[in-house]
């Protein structure tokens, strides 16, 4: 009797499955070496732990959207002016300016019509898990950091939490709103063009 070929996308589910769980361990392993080795109290800790979380999060690799809840896919009307209130589109103009996506080979504006809509949907939701998540540690390590009267580290990883994932997070959502919203223009019209943007 022959064996079944496993189904591809349980194949790719298992990948994912198993990438978040081994950034999930890595995170913990080195959230406590961290934490035993250079000390919750000790200047250095919340910068080694934010660069360390950073990178670590590169090991997740992209998610599929099937697993992600249908709130973080989906974005509201207000979006784009609470963005702009805040500052999110200048912020992300001057990270444009400075070659912050091509440094890290996004595909910014290249794509034309609806396929380069769903390129640049597809990073941006990346995106914005990957800070999502890092946001979340970031939280969590401060709780500890408070409990253990490292009041300057919880500070200091709370800052580099909003700075360094919770913003990006924002700039993410506002992109994701400006091609859900090309994306109703064009179906409205029933073209591929992505001039409105």
């Known amino acids: 009797m022959r064996r ?42 919340p910068w080694a732990f934010s660069a360390g979380v950073f990178g670590i999060l590169g090991v997740m690799g992209p998610v599929p959207e099937a697993v992600i809840p249908r709130w973080v896919t989906t974005t509201s009307q207000r979006t784009i002016p609470r963005a702009r209130l805040f500052g999110i589109p200048s912020t992300l103009r001057v990270l444009d300016r400075v070659g912050w996506n091509r440094a890290l080979g996004r595909r910014g504006n290249s794509g034309r019509g609806r396929a380069g809509l769903v390129g640049i949907r597809a990073d941006a939701m990346q995106s914005q898990i990957a800070h999502g998540v890092g946001a979340g540690i970031h939280a969590l390590v401060a709780i500890p950091l408070v409990f253990v009267s490292a009041w300057s580290s919880a500070v200091i990883v709370v800052v580099l939490g909003v700075l360094v994932h919770l913003l990006p997070v924002a700039m993410q959502r506002y992109v994701l709103a400006r091609v859900d919203r090309v994306a109703r223009v064009t179906q409205g019209r029933g073209a591929g063009d992505t001039r409105d943007w």
């Open 4 to 45: 079944a070929e496993p189904h591809f996308a349980a194949l790719f589910y298992s990948q994912t499955m198993l990438r978040v769980v081994a950034s999930a361990v890595l995170s913990v392993l080195f959230v406590v070496s961290a934490w035993l080795v250079i000390g919750p109290h000790h200047p250095v800790f």
